[in-house]
């Protein structure tokens, strides 16, 4: 009797499963197949496996002979999953609460099995509040059960939005996450040009007015521009910042790039302080040049830009973010074949000059020397290296592999929640012990 198991069968996304198909002939080829909806696009992938010596496929133990991924990999058929319609990169649904739901199917030579697979953002109990409210743009979520929990803030990078699926599966473990907007959302700018910090100082506000969180305990996370602003912020308002976890970040503020407003152009300040532009790292740049990234055909890699923007020395001092300032644990997060920025060498820029200062709170790197840019969480699509961005339009490479992409994102997201449990912790105690 052939038979396909999923355990667990519904889930967290962040939960491995084990797949095991049986009923096989000892030695028989074994297809296994993945089909999934997601944001109403159908993504597939496939794989084929050599029965054990009892008729059975464990694909945390049996590797894959031909196929879409290779080796071993116990959920190598998500991560390898590539849209049926080119160019789509939505890997959740549109409304992060709806669960994504993966059709498996198990072939042999006499028939063929199938099983579901269910990955969820949003636990059971998780409360989605949108915000609209003092000028604020987001979603908040709250973790099910009375509270106080810790909380989380989160920004996206320079595709802009609201980022509502890290904010849904931080509630799911525990935090009172806001997933803050600053641009290309509603009522809120379609550029990252001249935004105000002190509009994330507000959202900071709010969170500690309306969430009134856990030991007055607020996080703040963000990936690429969004890992250059938690910097920032930390560095900035370090008294209202608890801890940081920066996502392919950057060292040094930078321009509005590929996210700027076409009439203030690439070159233009990105972030407002007191209503005055911060010095960004193109600023009166001697080195700096566009064509590495302009040149050639698609897909470009923008890190050849910025590599160039690191030559002139004066220039990355006069843009360098003060991390020094910082007043909380860090986490660093990078990739060592980032195409969007040279997020490795940024990376540890931050940590040596926290390592010189002697920063008082823990600072931990975790860099991915063969990753790319997207740098998500466990179990989903990493196919998609090259992508159109959503501002510029430009075509352009994240960098990475499928592979050791899929690896970033499942380690990452465990040292992720295990920095902010220690983080907590501390935070915890240093309050009852004041």
């Known amino acids: 009797m052939l038979e396909l198991s999923v355990t667990p069968s519904d889930d967290l996304i962040d939960v491995p499963r084990r797949i095991v198909f049986s009923g096989a002939v000892p030695g028989e080829l074994v297809e296994i197949s993945s089909r999934t909806l997601r944001a109403g696009i159908s993504w597939r992938s496939r794989a084929r496996f050599v029965a054990d010596a009892q ?4 694909l945390t133990l049996a590797a894959a002979v031909d196929g879409d991924y290779p080796g ?4 190598g058929l998500l991560w390898s999953q590539a849209p049926e319609q080119a160019g789509r990169r939505e890997v959740f649904n549109t409304d992060v609460q709806q669960p994504l739901v993966t059709v498996l199917l198990a072939t042999v030579a006499d028939g063929s099995v199938s099983a579901e ?7 059971e109990g998780v409360v989605r509040r949108p ?4 000028g604020l743009v987001g979603t908040l979520f709250l973790p099910a059960g009375e509270g106080p929990h810790p909380a989380v803030m ?6 802009g939005g609201i980022n509502e699926a890290r904010a849904a599966l931080y509630a799911s473990r525990g935090y009172a996450a806001l997933a803050l907007a600053y641009f290309k959302a ?3 700018s379609d550029y990252i040009s001249n935004t105000p910090l002190e509009y994330f100082q507000r959202g900071l506000d709010w969170i500690r007015r309306n969430v009134k969180p856990k030991s007055d305990f607020v996080a703040i996370s963000g990936q690429s521009r969004g890992g250059e602003l938690v910097l920032l912020l930390g560095a900035t308002f370090p008294q209202q910042v608890s801890a940081v976890l920066a996502y392919v970040p950057s060292a040094l503020v ?4 590929n996210a700027a407003d076409p009439a203030i152009g690439r070159e233009g300040p990105t972030w407002l302080l007191g209503g005055k532009p911060l010095p960004h790292q193109w600023e009166n740049n001697r080195t700096a040049s566009w064509l590495p990234f302009d040149q050639g055909p698609p897909p470009h890699r923008h890190t050849l830009a910025m590599l160039t923007a690191l030559q002139d020395e004066e220039a990355v001092q006069r843009a360098r973010i003060p991390v020094e300032k910082l007043q909380a644990p860090v986490l660093l997060l990078s990739a060592g074949d980032d195409g969007s920025w040279p997020s490795s060498v940024y990376a540890r820029m931050v940590r040596d000059k926290l390592q010189e200062v002697a920063h008082p709170y823990p600072v931990e790197w975790q860099d991915y020397p063969d990753g790319g840019h997207a740098i998500l969480f466990p179990y989903v699509p990493t196919t998609q290296l090259s992508y159109a961005h959503p501002v510029s339009g430009r075509i352009s490479t994240g960098g990475g592999q499928p592979a050791p992409n899929a690896e970033a994102d499942r380690h990452s997201w465990q040292q992720a929640l295990a920095f902010l449990q220690r983080a907590v912790a501390a935070h915890t105690s240093k309050k009852e012990n004041s």
């Not at 071993?72 to 959920?75: E, G, N």
């Open 55 to 58: 008729g059975q496929v464990d």
């Open 131 to 134: 915000l609209r409210e003092e």
């Open 154 to 159: 989160i920004l996206n990078g320079s595709g």
């Open 117 to 123: 697979l269910v990955q969820r953002l949003c636990g």
């Open 72 to 75: 071993v990999s116990a959920m």
């Open 186 to 188: 509603p009522g809120l």
């Open 254 to 257: 930078h321009s509005g790039q």
